[in-house]
């Protein structure tokens, strides 16, 4: 009989339940921060007197520092908790196997998607806040995955799969460049997960603040199933637990540092091009899109 078929089930679900509690505390100043800005008064519209604001806070470090504890924390669990999502009962489980490809979709193109979605309907219908939201949901994601596609080339940790759950400490720096096999860390899927959960939830605390659902609602429900395509991916033997934690990471900084800076600095070059385009009617009928940019 193999060892994991051994590992009670009990255990399964307090794997699980930890790898949510521990990425959702992670995530939590992050939460907190967006509050404080939501209840006040400052107004949603982009604060142009901010210009020469730093980019990193302290929050920032506290943020950040507090991810990689978690990471830390995660390294001698991963290999335990990893034998334990491959119970064979658990994998034999059908709804979760379905529900776990369910949510990589949303690691994977879902954000970008719905980002692209959002971003023309506040086009198409000049909903400034619409178009913020979609734009900074897909570019948040777009940094947040180069850093990850770099991490994973240099660091080359091999996935558990690889190593039949054994060995996480298993890394070839710039092993994955060449082989796919050695990008788990960090969580490419829960990155982009994390960053749009981010992004959107900062930008929906800032345009919408006096709306409960912009606070109480959007945040718990993007946060939740981020860790949910977190989960799934470890349930797919894809990740190791300190993968996933580093992906939340790498994602949500990204998220609403792009929110953050993008706010502060209004007049940056990329938001004067993509979301100052606008469609104008043409006197014979037609439509020209184009953009405007400011001089000084």
Not at 141 to 159: C, E, F, M, N, P
Not at 244 to 264: E, L, N, P, Q, R
Not at 281 to 289: A, F, L, M, Q
Request: aromatic content about 10%; some cysteine; charged content about 15%.
């Amino acid at each position: 009989m193999s060892n994991h078929a051994l590992v009670p089930r009990a255990g399964v679900v307090r794997a699980t339940l930890g790898c949510w509690l521990l990425v959702s505390l992670a995530s939590s100043p992050v939460i907190a921060q967006d509050t404080v800005r939501a209840v006040s008064p400052t107004p949603a519209k982009p604060d142009t007197g901010k210009k020469g604001a730093p980019f990193f806070h302290r929050t920032d470090m506290y943020v950040t520092a507090g991810f990689v504890g978690g990471t830390m924390l995660m390294f001698p669990l991963d290999e335990h908790i990893a034998i334990q999502l491959q119970n064979p009962n658990t994998q034999a489980n059908k709804f979760a196997n379905n529900t776990a490809k369910a949510f990589e979709f949303f690691g994977a193109q879902g954000p970008y998607i719905i980002g692209g979605g959002l971003y023309a309907i506040g086009w198409v219908t000049h909903k400034p806040g619409l178009r913020d939201l979609g734009w900074h949901g897909v570019e948040s994601v777009i940094y947040a995955q180069a850093l990850t596609g770099v991490l994973k080339g240099v660091l080359g940790r091999a996935r558990p799969f690889v190593v039949n759950d054994s060995n996480p400490h298993d890394f070839k720096f710039f092993g994955g460049f060449s082989n796919s096999d050695r990008t788990s860390f960090p969580s490419g899927h829960t990155t982009t997960a994390f960053a749009a959960a981010a992004s959107v939830t900062s930008e929906a605390r800032r345009h919408w603040p006096d709306k409960w659902w912009s606070t109480w609602l959007i945040g718990p429900v993007l946060y939740g199933g981020a860790t949910m395509v977190g989960i799934s991916r470890m349930y797919h033997n894809k990740h190791w637990a300190s993968d996933v934690v580093m992906g939340a990471a790498i994602g949500t900084v990204s998220g609403y540092k792009v929110v953050d800076y993008s706010h502060a600095h209004p007049d940056n070059l990329i938001d004067r091009v993509v979301l100052r385009t606008s469609a104008i009617p043409t006197p014979d009928g037609g439509v020209r899109v184009g953009f405007v940019l400011e001089t000084p």
